[in-house]
């Protein structure tokens, strides 16, 4: 048996459709699926923002769909297996928060108490895990997590640990984000959403652009099967930590993701899979750090990001990322970085072209609201445990 937590199934919602192979076609070509829409009470204002256009836009909709292909991947190969024993878990950071926004603008005049308790349960979390936990009859203790653009791994943290613990634990994780105006005018007040389009690692950032969509994973372990014939990808470990050091911008000198890195023993024979989302302090925090773990050769290690080709998806982000890192090391490619065009810094080896992978191994990096930091090392096994 691998060490380390297997992906036995994956699904995926983004604005380059349904579907894994949308996802990594639009990966490898470069799609930038990014514009600016008018996203505002107010007239000629407009936000660059990246939406799942065409399809079904409210929010459980979308996680059903990430959910239902994760569960058909897994079942394809584990056809006896019961789906009343997979636990669910939810990751996400405003739930239904666009559905709340709108009913409030709806009924602003009417005399009603908007923020009653049968209203405010109507757009809860907790309906959302319920509707997905029926739907598929999932078995699980409603566990939900919210840890701001850190919700994914987070998930992908506490469903590792409880499988590390119960090796006989199938655990669907599902992280889905919709794009409000909340969200939208709060990060403008912060000066954090760019008004040029996203530009990771350049020098002439200006902001991230916010997206959409689902991702859901399906996590277990496994004994050497059927399934290695066609190679496997495992979560090798995750590490989480909080710096506590601002509610907003990570510390400078990157600490935070720095222990994570370190918890999670990342070899330097890897690719480095970063949420470097285009704001000034997010970008630099990531190179900082990987200039101090990968001190002596970080020239060598290849480093890339999707942000610029779909936006931030918040809460969703961790699992979405977690499947393009996955797709990367199935199909030994890195797929470019958008966007960047006049890079930061030297001495990075910043993938601006599409390169071939000679690594098993893949390590994702990101940082959060609130302090929280977080890493993944995934690895890839083209044959045998």
Same mark, same amino acid.
Not at 56 to 64: E, P, V
Not at 191 to 210: H, M
């Given at each position: 048996? *691998?060490? &380390?937590?297997?992906?036995?199934? =994956?699904?995926?919602? %983004? ?6 192979? !949308? ?6 070509? &470069? ?8 996203? *505002?009470?107010? !007239? ?5 923002? *990246?939406?799942? +256009? &065409? ?22 190969? $584990? ?12 990751? %996400? ?18 005399? +009603? ?18 509707? /997905?936990?029926?739907?598929?009859s999932l078995s699980g203790q409603g566990v939900i997590v919210s840890t701001a653009c850190t919700s994914g791994q987070s998930a992908l943290y506490y469903a590792y640990d409880q499988i590390q613990k119960d090796s006989s634990k199938r655990i669907l994780v599902v992280g889905v984000e919709k794009i409000s105006q909340f969200i939208l005018h709060g990060l403008n007040c912060m000066q954090a959403l ?13 902001? /991230?652009?916010?997206?959409?969509? @689902?991702? @859901?994973?399906?996590?277990?372990? $496994?004994?050497?099967?059927?399934? =290695? ?13 909080? +710096? ?12 935070? =993701?720095?222990?994570?890195?370190? $918890?999670?023993?990342?070899? +330097? ?28 050769? !970080?020239?060598?290690?290849?480093? %890339? ?11 969703? *982000?961790?699992?979405? $990322? %977690?499947?393009?890192?996955?797709l990367m090391l199935k199909h030994k490619k890195i797929p470019a970085i958008q966007g960047l065009t006049e890079p930061e810094l030297d001495g990075f080896r910043l993938i601006t072209k599409n390169e071939s992978i000679n690594s098993e191994n893949l390590v994702s990096i990101a940082a959060g609201f609130g302090g929280s930091c977080a890493a993944l090392m995934l690895k890839h096994y083209e044959r045998?445990?």
């Amino acid at each position: 048996m *691998s060490s &380390g937590v297997d992906i036995m199934g =994956m699904g995926v919602v %983004t604005p380059y459709g349904e579907g894994i192979d !949308k996802f990594w076609e639009g990966l490898v070509n &470069g799609k930038v699926a990014i514009f600016p829409q008018q996203y *505002s009470l107010k !007239k000629n204002y407009s936000f660059y923002v *990246s939406r799942c +256009e &065409g399809l079904n836009n409210d929010i459980f909709q979308l996680a059903s769909q990430a959910a239902a292909q994760a569960l058909l991947n897994y079942q394809q190969t $584990e056809k006896n297996d019961d789906p009343k024993k997979i636990e669910l878990v939810l990751a %996400t950071a405003l739930g239904r928060l666009d559905e709340s926004e709108c009913y409030i603008i709806q009924n602003r005049f009417k005399k +009603e108490n908007l923020c009653s308790p049968a209203i405010l349960k109507q757009y809860s979390f907790k309906k959302l895990y319920d509707q /997905l936990q029926k739907q598929y009859s999932l078995s699980g203790q409603g566990v939900i997590v919210s840890t701001a653009c850190t919700s994914g791994q987070s998930a992908l943290y506490y469903a590792y640990d409880q499988i590390q613990k119960d090796s006989s634990k199938r655990i669907l994780v599902v992280g889905v984000e919709k794009i409000s105006q909340f969200i939208l005018h709060g990060l403008n007040c912060m000066q954090a959403l760019t008004k040029k389009g996203v530009k990771p690692f350049d020098i002439n950032r200006d902001g /991230l652009a916010i997206g959409e969509g @689902a991702g @859901a994973i399906l996590l277990g372990k $496994e004994q050497c099967n059927h399934r =290695m014939s066609n190679g496997k990808t495992v979560i090798k470990k995750i590490g989480c930590f909080n +710096e506590a050091f601002r509610m907003a911008n990570p510390r400078k000198d990157a600490q935070g =993701m720095l222990r994570a890195l370190v $918890e999670v023993s990342c070899v +330097e024979d890897c690719v480095v899979l970063a949420a470097a989302n285009g704001t000034l302090h997010n970008d630099s925090a990531i190179l900082t750090v990987l200039k101090n773990y990968f001190s002596t050769n !970080k020239s060598q290690i290849p480093v %890339t990001t999707i942000k610029g080709h779909i936006g931030h998806s918040l809460g969703a *982000s961790g699992i979405i $990322e %977690t499947i393009a890192g996955v797709l990367m090391l199935k199909h030994k490619k890195i797929p470019a970085i958008q966007g960047l065009t006049e890079p930061e810094l030297d001495g990075f080896r910043l993938i601006t072209k599409n390169e071939s992978i000679n690594s098993e191994n893949l390590v994702s990096i990101a940082a959060g609201f609130g302090g929280s930091c977080a890493a993944l090392m995934l690895k890839h096994y083209e044959r045998g445990c």
